[in-house]
């Protein structure tokens, strides 16, 4: 039962699944590779090219040429030797860089054709490829198909040219199997559901280009490019591609799933040595693909701020990251070269929706001169990842020192069971102005990164960010925060003035506090001592008076509350105009009583002056210094009659 259970399984999982998990017979026996069928003329020439996986072993091994005898091969060509036969006509030259060796004949004889084994080392042991070759007697002979030799997981490209006059015709690439040509690709078709082909027209007219990255064990064998439609017209080429496992070939990611809102990153192929080249990173639409960055510096406007290139040149590899990724971000992405086009590849992107694990302000405004923090809030899984901030530019993201991760702060919008990373800024200037990434890498590989937009105002007028206001909600809106000077977020968040204007700020504000009432204390004692002294020249001018009109007693100043404005009171009595002489009179006891009666109510009234005073004084001090004591009762002095 569990025998026809496993057949059963099977027939039921699709033949390209199954070949493309396990290489076909022809790569697991050899990994050499050469033309299947090799076509010439009677005294002509061929070349017959061999290719070999690029190990060190392979580059400094023994290649060979031999004729197959029944189970035996006789040598004709080797790297060091050459049969009688072939002296003079024959030549074997190895291309290690090239991963291939080419074996030229020419001076074609009849005798020349059979069934020959190109391969590595000794003959026999099976690092070998089967090759025909056929003579005919005279033109036209087949044309040979191209071959191509292909990594595991590399990008195939081929360009097919059938001239001018096929400008117009439908261009295609289609894969030979036993029941016809099965289309790949044609330049009808406006997309590749895959995302892993593109066709592309090129110059001169009549010519395009067909690429295909990911290459998989399935993706061996026979093709065809041409221009009308397979088997009806003339205009087509065979394409023989075999694919190879090479152990040192990057395994990159065909296929990234993230959120909305957080980063992708997405690994490129690249050869250092070849610095002419140049490398851009794009998104298919279509036929075409839009360029969004390049190895020059220039980034896609779009996507200023969003999109990074950073190059590793140990594993010879170039990372992109795409940050605040949104829905319509979702696609197919090409790493291209205008020369190794071998190195191209492609990754689908796939965004879901969901929240982004870095968090925190992604906009931020402040004005020159003032301090800014910006903050990344990370979750508990991050906590043991490297933590960083860099500066962004279109060259790539600078790195800067960032303050030690911490508890978050108040202000900083984060949540307070996440931890943050903090980038200290100030005094601003109006270059500090642009975009800041926050990071997360783990093993020096990018796990997720947040951009942050800083832009920073001139004018004193600046509009500032809501993070920056961190004023209590229960004071008046328009009234500055207590003590005048800005609150301890504010500063630390940049938007308080300059600390030279908050220290000279907060010194005015102390001294009008101690001055202030000490400014009110001596107005206070000025008006109290001008009083008394108005009371006492009063009543000094009443004791004249009373001494000089002997017929108004005070009691009648002091019953009456405007004394100037009555005429009843002022009973007057002049004495002759130009008299030289004064009225001199003696003072009787009526008059004497009436005297001391009036200099002690003037000694009551200054007595009651100097109590308010003391008690208006004590008043002021105990409000300034804070206290809530009352005023003490200060009684006036005993009279001393």
């Known amino acids: 039962m569990t025998f026809l259970a496993f057949l059963f399984l099977l027939t039921v999982v699709p033949a390209g699944s199954a070949r493309s998990r396990h290489p076909p017979m022809a790569a697991i026996s050899s990994p050499v590779f050469g033309p299947r069928q090799v076509h010439g003329v009677r005294g002509g020439s061929v070349t017959v090219r061999c290719f070999y996986p690029p190990t060190p072993a392979n580059r400094h091994d023994r290649k060979y040429w031999c004729r197959q005898r029944g189970s035996a091969c006789l040598t004709l060509l080797s790297s060091d030797f050459v049969a009688a036969a072939y002296q003079g006509r024959a030549t074997l030259t190895d291309h290690p860089e090239q991963e291939q060796f080419q074996i030229h004949i020419s001076g074609l004889e009849p005798g020349d054709a059979g069934t020959f084994q190109c391969g590595l080392g000794v003959n026999g042991r099976g690092l070998s490829f089967r090759v025909t070759l056929s003579v005919a007697e005279a033109p036209p002979v087949p044309e040979d198909a191209e071959l191509f030799y292909v990594k595991l997981r590399s990008t195939w490209t081929v360009t097919c040219s059938f001239g001018e006059g096929t400008a117009e015709m439908r261009k295609y690439l289609c894969k030979k199997e036993k029941d016809g040509c099965r289309k790949v690709i044609d330049s009808y078709q406006d997309e590749d559901p895959t995302g892993r082909l593109q066709l592309t027209f090129e110059s001169p007219p009549g010519s395009f280009r067909v690429t295909m990255t990911r290459m998989d064990w399935e993706d061996a064998g026979l ?53 002419s080249s140049t490398r851009f990173w794009c998104k298919q639409k279509g036929r075409h693909c839009v360029r969004i960055i390049d190895s020059t510096g ?39 070269s205008n020369e190794l086009r071998e190195q191209q590849s492609s990754t689908e992107l796939t965004v879901v929706p969901g929240e982004p694990a870095l968090t925190g302000k992604k906009k931020v405004e402040a004005q020159v001169g003032s301090q800014v923090n910006l903050t990344c809030c990370y979750p508990c899984a991050y906590s043991s990842y490297e933590k960083f901030w860099c500066r962004w530019s279109s060259r790539g993201c600078a790195m800067l020192p960032a303050l030690p991760p911490g508890l978050p702060q108040p202000g900083d919008g984060c949540d307070r069971s996440a931890r943050t990373v903090v980038l200290s800024l100030g005094p601003l200037r109006e270059e500090d102005e642009g975009w800041y990434w926050c990071g997360v890498k783990r ?93 006492q020249l009063k009543r000094s001018d009443l004791v004249s008076v009373g001494s000089y009109r002997t017929n108004i007693s005070m009691s009648d ?14 009973e007057s009595q002049e004495t002759p105009m130009g008299g030289d002489e004064f009225i001199t009179t003696t003072d009787t006891p009526d008059s004497a009583a009436n005297t001391m009666k009036a200099k002690r109510s003037s000694k009551e009234d200054a007595d009651l002056a100097y109590s308010s005073f003391l008690a208006t004084s004590s008043s002021i001090a105990q409000a300034s210094s804070g206290g809530d004591s009352a005023v003490r009762d200060v009684s006036p002095p005993q009279d001393r009659v």
Request: with cysteine; proline share 5%.
């Open 298 to 336: 220039r980034v896609e406007d779009t996507y200023e701020g969003r999109v990074a290139a950073f190059e590793n040149p140990e594993n010879k590899t170039v990372t992109i990251v795409l940050n605040q990724l949104r829905d319509k971000d979702k696609g197919s992405y090409w790493c291209m």
């Open 223 to 275: 093709y065809y490019c041409g221009a009308g439609e397979y088997g009806k017209d003339s205009t087509s080429k065979e394409l023989d591609v075999f694919v190879y496992e090479d152990k040192n070939f990057p395994h990159l990611k065909t296929n990234i799933t993230a959120k909305t809102g957080s980063s992708a990153t997405f690994e490129c192929l690249y050869e250092p040595l070849l610095n």
């Open 557 to 570: 100043f002091e019953s009456v509350r405007d004394f100037s404005g009555s005429s009843s009171v002022k």
């Open 443 to 535: 093993n020096g590989a990018f796990v997720e990164t947040m951009a942050v937009e800083l832009r920073v105002s001139a004018g004193r007028d600046a509009k500032l960010s809501p993070e920056f206001l961190d004023v209590d909600s229960s004071h008046d809106p328009g009234a500055a925060p207590p003590g005048g000077a800005g609150s301890e977020a504010e500063v630390r968040k940049g938007a308080a003035p300059e600390s030279s204007s908050s220290d000279e700020s907060h010194g005015s504000n102390t001294l009008a506090l101690v001055l202030g009432p000490l400014a009110g204390l001596i107005l206070i004692v000025v008006t109290a001592f001008a009083i008394v002294r108005y009371r």
